[in-house]
């Protein structure tokens, strides 16, 4: 009998989400796309129709987040200065060891699931509210406010991993658990280490979010004016989307890198930077303005796939839910 009532999964308009859509699907599904970027330990299997391994992805580009983290640190050791990213992947392998680039790795699997279902609760919540799914239109204001909303609230919990993910990843960290490196900051620097960067994150991740979130609307118009559930063009979309982002907030994450490592800095300016103005004087005094665009080619490598995977997940987990509703519903 379901067979026979079963809905065709290309027939569903499943961009718009139905008004009784359930907040749970929608933390479900945000949590499914959290869990597909950020864990790279557990076995999360095959993402979609793609044939990509979450896990092989994530594990793969993590160290490239690394290097990123390390070229955007303001006056390091000459240890630690690199030419490109290949000769800081040779070095760190050759004179720490290659498990040295994946150190931090289960602070970004720990937070992301949270975080991520929080992330896309709210996007849904607002977008929907905002009439971003009455019709077929395109609504580019109620997405960028979506993705704006979306990140604030999802940051708050994230950004306590990102700092301690940052801290185990600079050179000469000495932290090798996470429950350790979270003691230290708080024995050494109190509760605030946490977030002070907090307010710079959102300048940062509000812009990122919106750009990412319009630019991906925009582009699925574009590459799937049907909106039918087609994991290419998501994919496509969202891998574009996310370097896009990137590229146009790599001074704000680089201001942000040098407010999470003020800690382990053993320059007094650094070390007593206050929030992102701070932050942003001491880089251009230091460095000028290329200073603001350290770390930007490997921010965009591993940005793109991320965001790639994570809206393919997300649209797939999204794809499944409503396509449940509507055979329960044609039952």
């Known amino acids: 009998m379901a067979a026979q009532s079963a809905i065709p999964l290309e027939e569903i308009d499943y961009e718009s989400l139905p008004s009784n859509f359930s907040l749970g699907a929608n933390l479900a599904a945000g ?109 580019p204001l109620a997405a960028a406010v979506s993705g704006a909303c979306a990140t604030t609230a999802s940051d708050a919990i994230m950004n306590p991993f990102d700092v301690i993910k940052q801290r185990m990843q600079v050179h000469g960290s000495t932290h090798n658990s996470i429950v350790r490196c979270a003691a230290s900051v708080y024995r050494n620097e109190g509760l605030t280490a946490f977030y002070v960067s907090y307010p710079t994150t959102l300048s940062m991740t509000i812009p990122f979010t919106a750009i990412q979130f319009t630019a991906y609307e925009s582009i699925s118009k574009i590459m799937n004016p049907d909106k039918h559930y087609d994991p290419i063009t998501h994919c496509a979309a969202g891998g574009l989307a996310g370097a896009l982002a990137a590229g146009l907030t790599t001074p704000l994450d680089v201001a942000k890198t040098l407010l999470q490592t003020r800690g382990t800095a053993r320059d007094a300016e650094i070390r007593n930077a206050k929030g992102l103005w701070e932050a942003a004087a001491i880089i251009h005094r230091r460095d000028g303005l290329r200073g603001f665009f350290r770390g930007l080619k490997p921010r965009i490598i591993t940005t793109m796939p991320s965001t790639a995977i994570c809206w393919t997940a997300y649209e797939m987990a999204k794809a499944y839910f409503i396509r449940r509703q509507e055979e329960a519903t044609a039952t």
């Not at 990213?85 to 931090?104: D, F, H, M, P």
Request: glycine content about 12%; overall charge negative; charged content about 15%.
């Open 31 to 139: 949590a499914f796309a959290g869990i597909a970027v950020g864990l790279s330990q557990a076995d999360i299997g095959r993402c979609g129709e793609l044939g990509l391994t979450v896990e092989q992805e994530h594990t793969v580009m993590y160290p490239i987040d690394a290097i990123k983290t390390r070229m955007q640190v303001i006056n390091p050791s000459q240890a630690a200065v690199y030419s490109s990213v290949t000769n800081a992947i040779q070095r760190i392998s050759s004179t720490e060891g290659v498990r040295t680039l994946w150190k931090g790795i289960s602070s970004v699997a720990l937070g992301a699931g949270p975080a991520h279902a929080v992330y896309f609760a709210t996007y849904e919540a607002v977008k929907h509210g905002m009439g971003g799914n009455d019709d077929d239109s395109h609504h």
